[in-house]
């Protein structure tokens, strides 16, 4: 695939607001983590949680309001990121640019509540707007009026991967000549049905995550939201920064929440990425781990990734600092991988102590100021859809 030029992004999460924060918090090794206090929750769990103070109703469309588009309305805020894309709506026109979302979640946490609310004698729900807040399409919507867009919109739910994804349908999108620049993203919020439901599968931590640990013993969920701003290289008209290299993506559907054991799935996704950037495996200077903090997720994964890389790409998972933002992971790992080459680092894996002796990728405990030029992100979601991108630095 041709390049394409990150040429805005911002991120906020339970580690906190905008690209400076998150620089900040993988520089010093700190944690979003606490333990859970969400809402009705009572669960022995921790949790990324963005503060409830920050989440104000959205603006001038009161249907549309859950704790989903809140997210969104205060990512949108940060980093001039509104800004840069009313820049470019003004060079491009606002039918030119594409949005590509992804979440998991939308605004479920609504319907939850009123579910609470419900008429005790007809059982009748309160009125609240499905199309709006749950439906998944309700992001895409909200984002796309917020941003004063007109051109192509999707929103991808593929669980895990489903932000990962839209880099991918972007870049097609733009390859075709659909759209001249796009905006790639996703959200997810806490509720209380992904709490719970992790719970029921027994795939929850008791203490804050700790992926590739000897001792891991399951997930943290958290919640954020992501946006950036991909356009051609040579429309920049200026040596680009961070550009997106490749795509790769594969679906083995070997289970619907257990991923192949031999990860077959994800070395394909991965190889996939490196043909589509005309990379080779030792071209790899940082791999940013899918890294679950799950016993039998971190050995597939580590078993696909060191038969592919072997040994030589520092790897880590920083979902011990951010927790697993499910429809949201996609872009913020990518993002933390666009840090870690503007800011000359490999990120630490939060949380981590031992690393499991039985896994073999080299695996780094602690952040170093290091100067990789291409990075790896993985996003590998429940029934085997997956998606690795390649980010590389001009």
Not at 125 to 135: E, G, I, S, V
Not at 238 to 245: E, Y
């Given at each position: 695939?041709?390049?394409?030029?990150?040429?805005a992004?911002t991120?906020?999460?339970?580690?906190?607001?905008?690209?400076?924060?998150?620089?900040?918090?993988?520089?010093?090794?700190?944690?979003?983590?606490?333990?859970?206090?969400?809402?009705?929750a009572?669960?022995d769990?921790?949790v990324?949680q963005?503060?409830?103070?920050?989440?104000?109703p959205?603006?001038?469309?009161?249907?549309?309001?859950?704790r989903?588009?809140?997210l969104?309305?205060?990512?949108?805020?940060?980093?001039?990121?509104?800004?840069?894309?009313?820049?470019?709506?003004?060079?491009y026109?606002?039918?030119?640019?594409?949005?590509?979302?992804?979440?998991?979640?939308?605004?479920?946490?609504?319907?939850?509540?009123?579910?609470?609310?419900?008429?005790?004698?007809s059982?009748?729900?309160p009125?609240?707007?499905y199309?709006?807040?749950?439906?998944?399409?309700?992001?895409g919507?909200?984002?796309?009026?917020?941003?004063?867009?007109?051109?192509?919109?999707?929103?991808?739910?593929?669980?895990?991967?489903?932000?990962?994804k839209t880099?991918?349908?972007?870049?097609?999108?733009?390859?075709?000549?659909?759209?001249?620049?796009?905006?790639?993203?996703?959200v997810?919020s806490?509720?209380?049905?992904?709490?719970?439901g992790?719970?029921?599968?027994?795939?929850?931590s008791?203490?804050?995550?700790r992926?590739?640990?000897?001792?891991?013993q399951?997930i943290?969920?958290?919640?954020?939201?992501?946006?950036?701003?991909?356009?051609?290289?040579?429309?920049?008209?200026?040596?680009p920064?961070?550009?997106?290299?490749?795509v790769?993506?594969?679906?083995?559907?070997?289970?619907?929440?257990?991923?192949?054991?031999?990860?077959?799935?994800?070395?394909?996704a991965?190889?996939?990425?490196?043909?589509?950037?005309?990379?080779a495996?030792?071209?790899?200077?940082?791999i940013?781990?899918?890294?679950?903090a799950?016993?039998?997720?971190?050995?597939?994964?580590?078993?696909?990734?060191?038969?592919?890389?072997?040994?030589?790409?520092?790897?880590?998972?920083?979902?011990?600092?951010?927790?697993?933002?499910?429809?949201a992971?996609?872009?913020?790992?990518?993002?933390?991988?666009v840090?870690?080459?503007?800011?000359?680092?490999?990120?630490?894996?939060v949380?981590t102590?031992?690393?499991?002796?039985?896994?073999?990728?080299?695996y780094?405990?602690?952040?170093?100021?290091?100067?990789p030029?291409?990075?790896?992100?993985?996003?590998?979601?429940?029934g085997?859809?997956?998606c690795?991108?390649?980010?590389?630095?001009?």
């Amino acid at each position: 695939m041709k390049p394409l030029t990150l040429s805005a992004f911002t991120l906020t999460t339970s580690l906190g607001l905008g690209e400076t924060a998150h620089v900040d918090a993988l520089r010093s090794g700190r944690s979003g983590l606490a333990p859970c206090a969400f809402e009705s929750a009572h669960l022995d769990t921790w949790v990324g949680q963005v503060p409830d103070a920050y989440l104000q109703p959205v603006g001038g469309e009161p249907a549309a309001d859950c704790r989903n588009n809140r997210l969104a309305q205060l990512a949108l805020g940060q980093d001039d990121f509104s800004e840069a894309v009313a820049h470019a709506r003004r060079r491009y026109g606002a039918q030119r640019i594409g949005l590509f979302l992804g979440t998991s979640t939308s605004g479920l946490l609504t319907t939850e509540l009123a579910y609470r609310q419900r008429d005790p004698a007809s059982g009748a729900l309160p009125a609240f707007d499905y199309a709006a807040t749950q439906n998944h399409f309700s992001l895409g919507r909200f984002v796309r009026a917020r941003l004063g867009l007109a051109g192509p919109a999707m929103v991808v739910s593929t669980a895990c991967s489903s932000s990962a994804k839209t880099f991918g349908n972007a870049a097609r999108m733009i390859s075709v000549g659909l759209c001249d620049a796009a905006i790639v993203g996703g959200v997810d919020s806490l509720c209380l049905t992904t709490l719970y439901g992790f719970g029921s599968l027994e795939l929850l931590s008791s203490a804050p995550c700790r992926p590739f640990d000897v001792e891991r013993q399951g997930i943290s969920i958290g919640e954020g939201a992501g946006f950036a701003l991909l356009e051609r290289s040579e429309e920049r008209g200026r040596k680009p920064d961070v550009q997106l290299l490749g795509v790769g993506e594969s679906s083995d559907a070997h289970h619907m929440s257990t991923p192949h054991p031999e990860g077959a799935g994800a070395r394909a996704a991965m190889e996939r990425a490196l043909a589509s950037a005309g990379l080779a495996p030792h071209d790899i200077d940082y791999i940013n781990l899918h890294g679950t903090a799950t016993r039998t997720n971190d050995a597939a994964e580590d078993k696909a990734v060191h038969e592919l890389f072997g040994a030589r790409p520092a790897c880590s998972s920083t979902k011990g600092a951010t927790g697993h933002l499910l429809g949201a992971a996609g872009i913020a790992e990518a993002l933390i991988c666009v840090l870690s080459l503007r800011e000359r680092l490999i990120p630490g894996s939060v949380n981590t102590q031992r690393v499991d002796p039985a896994l073999h990728v080299r695996y780094v405990l602690n952040t170093r100021h290091d100067a990789p030029r291409r990075a790896m992100s993985n996003s590998f979601g429940f029934g085997g859809s997956n998606c690795s991108l390649v980010f590389g630095i001009a």
